[in-house]
Nanobody, 116 residues
Framework: QVQLVESGGGLMQPGGSLRLSCAAS????????MHWYRRTPGKEREWVAS????????NYADSAKGRFTISRDNVNNTVYLQMNNLKPEDTAVYYC?????????WGQGTQVTVSF
């Protein structure tokens, strides 16, 4: 079965950096576009970034452009989100996502808190 396991979250001061990881299994990772989303309490889940299956294309939400970088390792079935210059408004639970056979799959999420 499809499994997504996020890690790398934590508490960081504004201006700092974190690197999130999402280990994937149960599907042909190299054949799927991967996504990162985030959710803050009381808000809808927000799309952050996507990366095409063959590393040929990335897309970012306006809030992430210039600060976040999505990448993937198709050998180790892992997708990453490098987050630089973190801001308090980046505080959220971050999820990775994949659609397989018309079904959306989500990991359990990893908490990112940006605060002094």
């Amino acid at each position: 079965q499809v499994q997504l396991v996020e890690s790398g979250g934590g508490l960081m001061q504004p201006g700092g950096s974190l690197r999130l990881s999402c280990a994937a299994s149960g599907f042909i990772f190299s054949g799927r576009t991967m996504h990162w989303y985030r959710r803050t309490p009381g808000k809808e889940r927000e799309w952050v970034a996507s990366i095409a299956s063959t590393n040929t294309g990335t897309n970012y939400a306006d809030s992430a452009k210039g600060r976040f970088t999505i990448s993937r390792d198709n050998v180790n079935n892992t997708v990453y989100l490098q987050m630089n210059n973190l801001k308090p408004e980046d505080t959220a639970v971050y999820y990775c996502n994949v659609k397989v056979a018309w079904t959306n799959y989500w990991g359990q999420g990893t908490q990112v808190t940006v605060s002094f």
